[in-house]
């Protein structure tokens, strides 16, 4: 997915998360996220924003964060000073250009833009739900890019980066593959207990088989919608297994 496209996705995200956060009850409980409240998720999304302006600018991490006054800061006042500046800052460098990210295989302005853009809807819609606000549609370009990014970046390269984090998960794995797909495009997934390994294409050699429209697996994938929203097929504990592989993906 083009960086362009990427940011235009981000802006309307962000615009609507607003809108959102600023008719909401601040004080209300965000259900994806468990013991924030709309505050918080604001000031998180602010925060995240911030932290990634530094880390571009200074080439690393920032080593003290968050700056002090940042957790107390009008969650709306944060938002409409920190999108500015991740924009500024997006807008001054070119995608392909260096930067230091987490992700070793891409170390490009490129991958905050897509980053920030997956990170927004996927919080766009953790608004939507402690408002009780209708959920905005998600296109399904930036779903697509957005279960790809999920399952390679987090849950792939994390489980080779950090083995130490999913060894205990892991070592319940019986090598057994799920495949999920929508009308598009499949990918299938086999927690083993060396890692996990995520092939993307078709494929006939899955236990259990996960299927939805773009927009709904993203969010299935993010712990964001429940199996409702899906058609599974084959091994149901395989599935559920599969889920709590994937939330340790999204810590």
Known sequence: MESKRLLECLDADFHRLREVVAAAD???MVPSCPEWTVTDLARHVGAVYLHKVETMRLGTHPAEWPPPGLNSEDPVA??????????????ARAPESHAFTWYEPDQTVGFWIRRMAQETVIHRVDA???AGAEQASIPSDLAHDGIDEFLIAFV????????????????DSD???VRLSTPDTAWLVRPTVAGIEVAVGDADTAAATVHADP?????WVWGRA??????????????????????????
């Open 128 to 130: 939507e739900l402690g």
């Open 26 to 28: 601040l004080t209300a």
């Open 226 to 251: 429940g199996n409702d929203r899906a058609t599974i097929t084959g091994d149901p504990a395989l599935v559920a297994y599969l889920r709590r592989v994937f939330a340790d993906g999204a810590q």
């Open 156 to 171: 792939a390269y994390g489980a080779a980066a950090y083995p130490e984090e999913y060894a205990s998960l892991l070592a």
């Open 215 to 219: 927009a709904d697996l993203l969010l």
């Open 175 to 177: 090598g057994r593959a």
């Open 78 to 91: 944060l938002l409409d000073r920190a999108y500015p500046a991740l924009s500024a800052e997006f807008a």
